[in-house]
């Protein structure tokens, strides 16, 4: 089997559609992020990656040789010295997996060591805190516990040059979102970068006196020392790791920002092969996972096959409608396995990641 052709669709729900094609009619497919009516400039740079760099790496290629494919796009290998970034290898990477579990009629879990569960609880994320009132951000906690979610988290989208600017209203929202939700329920809060390392201090035994779970990304993510006095200073997990790539960085995560929780994002950190390996070797540091997935959709289900293989992987897994277009389309697309059910995903057993596109919804949705 050979790689003949890598195609990518734009489409209207805010994504691209990645095809690798094979000379045994196989495809394998994936996400890639801003497939928008405009075409963002992270799908520009895709498509020139795709055409000066993955082509010329993949084509002709047995798509079986997923290592060797990784190393080529991400490390440069022999003469081909791409060294592409961690989130574009990601995306290529994510449909090699797809397609080899249609050559070998496994599902994506089974290929990577087997699944430790595909009953996966999720937990209802919802963003933009910087621009609403609680009572705003209540309501969109209310519409996830009426879905039947059990777990949330609040993100306040602050990012990194933005610090500081309102902790206080941020508290408040937390404090709201907190006493609606029942005793025990989980709750997590994204800072999104937006503290200094005081701030996040004061706000995070703030947050534990209410009852927090997880305190994500307090202060902006290559602070790696400041991000060590945080969680040396705090009894709530701290998590980071959604926007770095590639399992050395996730290292220096732990051993230089101690920092409790790893979530790796599935594009991010560099496709399933990376973050399974990321999976590893928390296991070893014995740091627990919680992957960055803030979607509906192909690379949602890539990111659930890998969680599922991780013997430790009890939290929830993250789920959010918001940056996935109309979700009626997307289970449209894609079938409505890609859709949870009261707060928790099923993984099948049907080849790859399970997704059952559909062709004339392709052709409705592309950006023309």
């Given at each position: 089997?050979?790689?003949?052709?890598?195609?990518?669709?734009?489409?209207?729900?805010?994504?691209?559609?990645?095809?690798?094609?094979?000379?045994?009619?196989?495809?394998?497919?994936?996400?890639?992020?801003?497939?928008?009516?405009?075409?963002?400039?992270?799908?520009?740079?895709?498509?020139?990656?795709?055409?000066?760099?993955?082509?010329?790496?993949?084509?002709?290629?047995?798509?079986?040789?997923?290592?060797?494919?990784?190393?080529?796009?991400?490390?440069?290998?022999?003469?081909?010295?791409?060294?592409?970034?961690?989130?574009?290898?990601?995306?290529?990477?994510?449909?090699?997996?797809?397609?080899?579990?249609?050559?070998?009629?496994?599902?994506?879990?089974?290929?990577?060591?087997?699944?430790?569960?595909?009953?996966?609880?999720?937990?209802?994320?919802?963003?933009?805190?910087?621009?609403?009132?609680?009572?705003?951000?209540?309501?969109?906690?209310?519409?996830?516990?009426?879905?039947?979610?059990?777990?949330?988290?609040?993100?306040?989208?602050?990012?990194?040059?933005?610090?500081?600017?309102?902790?206080?209203?941020?508290?408040?929202i937390f404090k709201l979102v907190r006493e609606?939700?029942?005793?025990?329920?989980?709750?997590?809060?994204?800072?999104?970068?937006?503290?200094?390392?005081?701030?996040?201090?004061?706000?995070?035994?703030?947050?534990?006196?209410?009852?927090?779970?997880?305190?994500?990304?307090?202060?902006?993510?290559?602070?790696?020392?400041?991000?060590?006095?945080?969680?040396?200073?705090?009894?709530?997990?701290?998590?980071?790791?959604?926007?770095?790539?590639?399992?050395?960085?996730?290292?220096?995560?732990?051993?230089?920002?101690?920092?409790?929780?790893?979530?790796?994002?599935?594009?991010?950190a560099g496709g399933p092969s990376e973050v399974?390996?990321?999976?590893?070797?928390?296991?070893?540091?014995?740091?627990?996972?919680?992957?960055?997935?803030?979607?509906?959709?192909?690379?949602?289900?890539?990111?659930?096959?890998?969680?599922?293989?991780?013997?430790?992987?009890?939290?929830?897994?993250?789920?959010?409608?918001?940056?996935?277009?109309?979700?009626?389309?997307?289970?449209?697309?894609?079938?409505?396995?890609?859709?949870?059910?009261?707060?928790?995903?099923?993984?099948?057993?049907?080849?790859?990641?399970?997704?059952?596109?559909?062709?004339?919804?392709?052709?409705?949705?592309?950006?023309?």
């Amino acid at each position: 089997m050979q790689i003949t052709d890598i195609t990518c669709t734009p489409l209207t729900i805010g994504k691209s559609l990645l095809r690798i094609v094979t000379n045994a009619r196989l495809e394998g497919w994936a996400e890639v992020p801003g497939g928008n009516y405009n075409l963002s400039s992270k799908t520009a740079v895709f498509e020139a990656y795709l055409e000066t760099d993955i082509k010329r790496a993949l084509l002709g290629e047995d798509p079986l040789l997923i290592d060797r494919h990784w190393e080529t796009l991400a490390l440069g290998r022999g003469e081909r010295m791409y060294k592409l970034p961690g989130w574009v290898v990601g995306v290529v990477d994510v449909a090699l997996w797809d397609l080899m579990g249609k050559e070998t009629g496994l599902p994506v879990h089974t290929l990577m060591g087997g699944a430790r569960r595909t009953d996966i609880p999720l937990y209802w994320s919802t963003g933009s805190g910087w621009r609403m009132q609680p009572e705003e951000m209540l309501e969109l906690v209310r519409e996830g516990k009426e879905q039947g979610y059990e777990s949330f988290k609040i993100r306040m989208d602050w990012r990194g040059w933005r610090q500081d600017i309102d902790p206080e209203k941020d508290f408040q929202i937390f404090k709201l979102v907190r006493e609606y939700l029942d005793e025990g329920q989980y709750l997590g809060f994204d800072a999104n970068n937006g503290y200094s390392v005081s701030t996040a201090i004061q706000q995070g035994r703030r947050f534990e006196e209410l009852g927090i779970d997880h305190f994500e990304e307090p202060i902006p993510h290559y602070d790696l020392p400041g991000l060590k006095q945080i969680s040396d200073a705090l009894d709530v997990a701290v998590s980071a790791g959604e926007q770095d790539a590639f399992r050395w960085w996730f290292e220096h995560l732990v051993l230089l920002g101690d920092v409790d929780i790893l979530q790796p994002d599935i594009l991010n950190a560099g496709g399933p092969s990376e973050v399974k390996r990321i999976f590893e070797m928390a296991t070893v540091l014995n740091k627990p996972v919680m992957p960055h997935s803030p979607q509906a959709g192909i690379n949602s289900m890539a990111s659930l096959h890998v969680y599922a293989t991780v013997q430790n992987a009890t939290r929830p897994h993250e789920y959010s409608e918001e940056f996935s277009g109309p979700i009626d389309d997307v289970a449209e697309l894609y079938g409505e396995s890609v859709i949870p059910s009261n707060g928790r995903i099923q993984l099948s057993d049907r080849p790859g990641y399970g997704i059952e596109l559909n062709e004339s919804e392709v052709e409705r949705l592309t950006v023309r």
